[in-house]
């Protein structure tokens, strides 16, 4: 079945019509082409997934999904986060989070993607194919839910798309990603992709090193898990609305997935910034973390407190992030 379904996805060009197309025409017919391509990839991921996952490795990646069924040789179809035995959470269980990443990825046409979360490959899936052949992808992620799964479905991946240069780095995201700049890897990324930890103080972590990983000229970060409802969501949101407060971020565009589960998925779109748009240098992450649930604007006066001048006494409890500015 896998082998019927990639030579549909790749053979679709040849039967669309859209051969000999310049111009707009052209333009048109490519993008249905890379849709076609999209779609067609994600049934042989998905299916892999829902299907196969119990044949790797003696059984080992089987699980109960959290609808309390166990696996099932024959399940009919891929059944996201209600019978997921070895990926949740992942883009592909929405179709209007693909829809945007895709969307993103062709109007960005970046050279360079970066991501931190790799997860069951949906996002990369949907970036490449969208970015084109052209596109590489360096990604960094823990694979500790499913050991050796992770791993497998990158390998398969990188084997459907060989224009792509896709590298990936296994291990503490953080600290993977340190090492590559202190090794002189920053400056590269066009797009870059964060669905690492939900936690505000993770998120805000990471972002300094991500906007040092950012090409200047193109410095576009698209951040998962924002705008949405579930729980997962409230940390993300919160990280984002600081970074715009902050001046780090400025915003182009968000969407949540309303037709998913009472909006569960939601992302956002915008561009790092440098200089003295940057309200501050150092700031407490904990004491951002501390007005989660308030109203937005009791939130941006608390904020003014989190930024810390040099000279500035810091509480012993504080978690401080440091920005070059």
Known sequence: MTQV???????????????????????????????????????????FLSHWICRLNSGVYCKTGRDGRPYAEGRPFFAGSDGDWAVSGHSG?????TNFLF????????????????NAGHSALTLLVGAGGNSSY???????????????????????????????????????????????????????????????????????????????????LFLDDVGCVAAMCHHSTLAWRFLLWLGMVSPISCRVALG?????????????????????????????????????????EHWARCCLEPSAQVNPDAYLVHIQI
């Open 260 to 300: 998913h589960a009472a909006g569960e998925m939601g992302a956002c779109l915008g561009r790092f910034q440098w200089g003295q748009v940057v309200r501050c240098q150092t700031f407490d992450a904990r004491c951002v973390a501390r007005t989660l649930g308030m109203a937005e604007q009791l939130q941006r």
């Open 93 to 97: 269980e929405s179709l209007e989070q």
């Open 103 to 118: 969307e993103v990825s062709t109007s960005i046409s970046p050279r360079q993607i970066c991501e931190v979360g790799f």
């Open 5 to 47: 379904l990639l030579k549909a996805a790749f053979g679709f060009a040849g039967v669309s019509g859209c051969l000999g197309h310049v111009g707009t025409v052209g333009s048109i017919c490519e993008l249905e082409r890379k849709q076609a391509v999209l779609a067609s990839l994600h049934t042989v991921l998905n299916t």
């Open 138 to 220: 360096l990604g960094f992620d823990w694979s500790i839910l499913n050991p050796g799964l992770n791993e497998e479905l990158f390998r398969m991946i990188r084997d459907w798309l060989p224009a792509n240069n896709m590298t990936i780095v296994w291990g503490d995201a953080h600290s993977s990603i340190r090492a590559f700049l202190l090794q002189g890897g920053g400056g590269i990324c066009e797009l870059i992709v964060f669905d690492g930890p939900h936690d505000v103080l993770q998120v805000l972590k990471f972002m300094p090193l991500l906007r040092v990983m950012a090409k200047r000229s193109r410095p576009f």
